[in-house]
């Protein structure tokens, strides 16, 4: 037999994948995405992944062995394996950090993954089917009155199970038959036990209906969306306004696709967007639906994965941007809804892709189409569409004529000058408040900063605690009376005496969430209210029953950050404040306009709906700023051409690429001294392309000191060159011993 060799992917940072001999016990059975066992210096062993197969013997003839091949069968496909060649080639990383990101916990181990199973109770053999036999073993159990009953227990809920003659172990435990006497049973070889193989089918099977009917300009938009497709656009974005009907255009859709044979991938921005829209594609698809993140647990998304390579898959995939990582046999269409979210940006650890781009190529190596859709397009994706990449389709009114929120702006610096502003809240918005209240509807309050203060600040020197491992002053937060670091999560005494002056006298600088409540109850004390921001909306849990509670009206005014703007429905909310809105449009990022606005209209989009006509109220001391006009008059194609016209003088992305090169170290001189160097070797002819270095945002974070350098990557140097150069320069900088330590890694396309 010719000699077979193997490249292996570890789960380490190797620049590339290794390569191993393979014996010849395993050659018949080893595939590309196969998991082998493979040494790896003198004692580890790793499980590893195989990326291909070859009978060229490499340059290197002491190639070690592989030691052991642990599945039967590929667990990563032949398409996953060209996507994640994309991915780590595109976002600058090492295979074994896509190899990380991609699998779930249950697969990056030795063992093989054993299907998730629950204990099965049936009659052992001589019991079935004999009545006679059953009577004389309960005759037998006279003495053992609780064995007696549970058996009884047993054989009355097995007539009517519809798992067959028998009874999971649980539902007999739920039936007040303790596990003691179940197992006292099993002992006695009246019962048996047997482990059925139970898929993470979580989605009840319940009554289905039928897709609702689309209006005209629903229908219009999905022909459109089809002729695009069909043209040969393979990306369609959809850009209807708040509550137009976009997810009805995407059910039909799916139902197409379906009908075809196809699988579906739809994904979500955040996991808390799935607690509404999981319950809206059930009623539809049912047990069709299979839902991945990570709020589940280690062996769902195992046993799901395992599903997904199995004959019977899910045909719909609900998820977040690691949905992208699934086995798909037959994907026909990639829905990726509200586009424009920063979320679908992967940020620590590596690789830092962004899942609507690469959900994109994903569908094109499986000839499958896409469609975006959101309210608030991101700058690129309209772009795109102007210049024919992608197919542009639009709605321009909300479904069944719901007619849009009335926006207005009201001026805080000048209620201030005329000393009318004495709360957080400005007396407009407290009347509107009132009035709502009393006509028995729902009140959002949108502030994007959680805490009580945003910082202490003594009174007489203006001192203010900072962060002791990060460049940041310290939020103060209400419960417990402690300062804390929103980086790193490090909490801190309230200080009784300023360290610069002596003084004892403090101020609160700022307000965040807790504050808008405190006053909230203040001025509202008989009213209900929940917060939802990052301190209370802890795990999923939290979340769940906070949306519950809203859509039954146990809620009568939602506080929150930018966690209420996505994509939630609610039928009784009439009025949305956003309190502040200059914070966000003052921020030194050149996407900080983009942002503003697409809060701003993401969270007045909630208002309204089928309780009428909803108001929002817009907090802010400059009402004539171009974004708050954009906003009040819901122009995104105003406010879409202003921000072009200002990119393209500044040649920003659309018009550029950018490329950030981020070091690491907690020495800040040694640091600036490596930024230096590596700088120095890029290339001359790219000198003009290069910003930096510079201190990041935040300088210090974790005790870590971060400095970067920015490539702005126009049309006269190519992205690919441009790549090339950088991993060049990584390589040379690495290998200097001065800089070995320094932490540097690559964020292409940042947001």
């Not at 569409?385 to 321009?396: F, H, P």
Request: glycine fraction near 6%.
């Amino acid at each position: 037999m010719k000699a077979l060799y193997a490249d292996v992917i570890l789960p380490l940072a190797f620049g590339s994948g290794l390569s191993y001999s393979v014996p010849e016990s395993l050659a018949e059975n080893i595939r590309p995405g196969c998991r082998v066992r493979v040494p790896l210096g003198k004692q580890k062993m790793y499980t590893g992944i195989v990326a291909r197969l070859f009978d060229v013997p490499p340059t290197d003839i002491n190639l070690k062995e592989i030691a052991g091949l642990i599945d039967d069968a590929p667990v990563v496909n032949a398409v996953q394996l060209e996507f994640w060649q994309w991915l780590f080639s595109y976002y600058l990383c090492t295979p074994g950090e896509v190899m990380k990101a991609a699998l779930p916990a249950g697969l990056k181990g030795p063992r093989v993954a054993k299907a998730k199973t629950k204990s099965f109770l049936c009659l052992q053999p001589s019991l079935r089917d004999n009545p006679p036999a059953i009577e004389q073993t309960l005759t037998a159990l006279a003495r053992a009155k609780k064995q007696q009953e549970a058996l009884r227990v047993f054989l009355r809920l097995a007539q009517t199970s519809e798992h067959g003659p028998g009874l999971f172990r649980e539902q007999l435990i739920e039936a007040g038959q303790q596990a003691a006497i179940i197992k006292a049973l099993i002992q006695k070889n009246i019962l048996e036990v047997h482990e059925i193989e139970v898929l993470p089918d979580r989605v009840p099977a319940e009554a289905l209906r039928a897709a609702k009917q689309l209006s005209r300009e629903q229908q219009k938009a999905m022909e459109t969306i089809r002729q695009g497709w069909e043209s040969g656009t393979n990306v369609c974005l959809l850009h209807g306004v708040t509550s137009s009907g976009k997810t009805e255009i995407y059910i039909h859709l799916i139902l197409d696709y379906l009908a075809q044979g196809k699988q579906v991938l739809y994904l979500l921005p955040e996991i808390a967007l799935t607690t509404q829209l999981t319950a809206r594609l059930t009623e539809v698809f049912g047990n069709r639906l299979g839902i991945y993140h990570s709020a589940c647990s280690d062996s769902e998304r195992t046993h799901l994965w395992n599903k997904q390579l199995g004959d019977d898959p899910f045909d719909i995939i609900l998820g977040v941007r690691s949905s992208v990582f699934l086995p798909f046999k037959n994907l026909g269409l990639v829905v990726v809804d509200e586009e424009h979210e920063n979320s679908y940006k992967q940020q620590d650890p590596a690789p830092r892709y962004h899942a609507r781009n690469a959900a994109i190529v994903l569908a094109s190596l499986h000839g499958a189409k896409t469609v975006l859709g959101t309210a608030t397009p991101s700058i690129e994706s309209y772009y795109n569409c102007r210049t024919g990449k992608y197919k542009l389709v639009e709605l321009s009114s909300r479904y069944l004529d719901w007619q849009l929120p009335e926006v207005m702006a009201v001026n805080t610096a000048e209620l201030k000058r005329k000393k009318r502003m004495k709360s957080l809240l400005s007396p407009p918005l407290i009347a509107k408040m009132q009035e709502t209240l009393e006509a028995g509807q729902q009140i959002m309050l949108f502030r994007n900063r959680r805490a009580y203060a945003l910082m202490l600040e003594c009174a007489a020197c203006g001192w203010v605690p900072r962060c002791k491992r990060c460049d940041v002053s310290l939020a103060i937060h209400k419960q417990g009376s402690v300062l804390r670091c929103h980086y790193c999560g490090k909490k801190y005494n309230r200080p009784q005496i300023c360290p610069s002056c002596g003084g004892s006298d403090f101020e609160l600088r700022g307000y965040g969430t807790e504050k808008v409540e405190e006053e909230v109850r203040r001025l509202f004390p008989a009213i209900r209210i929940a917060r939802m921001d990052s301190d209370t909306m802890r795990n999923r849990a939290a979340y769940e029953k906070t949306i519950a509670d809203f859509e039954q009206h146990k809620i009568d005014v939602l506080i929150g950050t930018q966690m209420l703007t996505k994509g939630l429905d609610f039928d009784r909310l009439q009025l949305v404040g956003i309190l502040n809105a200059d914070s966000m449009l003052n921020y030194p990022d050149f996407r900080a306009h983009e942002h503003a606005f697409q809060l701003m209209t993401q969270v007045s989009g909630r208002a309204g709906r089928k309780s009428g006509r909803g108001s929002v109220i817009v907090q802010t001391s400059d009402p004539q700023h171009p974004v708050i006009q954009y906003v009040l008059n819901n122009d995104y194609r105003a406010f879409f051409q202003k921000e072009c016209e200002e990119r393209s003088k500044y040649a920003y992305p659309p018009f550029s690429r950018l490329i950030e090169v981020i070091f690491r170290h907690k020495d800040e001189s040694l640091l600036e001294q490596a930024s230096v160097f590596f700088a120095s070797l890029l290339p001359r002819d790219m000198e003009s392309s290069v910003f930096g270095p510079m201190p990041a945002l935040v300088a210090r974070v974790k005790g870590l000191y971060l400095q970067k350098i920015i490539l702005k990557i126009g049309p006269d140097i190519s992205l690919k060159a441009a790549k090339d150069y950088l991993c060049r320069a990584r390589d040379r900088f690495i290998k200097d011993k001065v800089y070995r330590q320094v932490q540097i890694y690559f964020d292409v396309d940042p947001v």
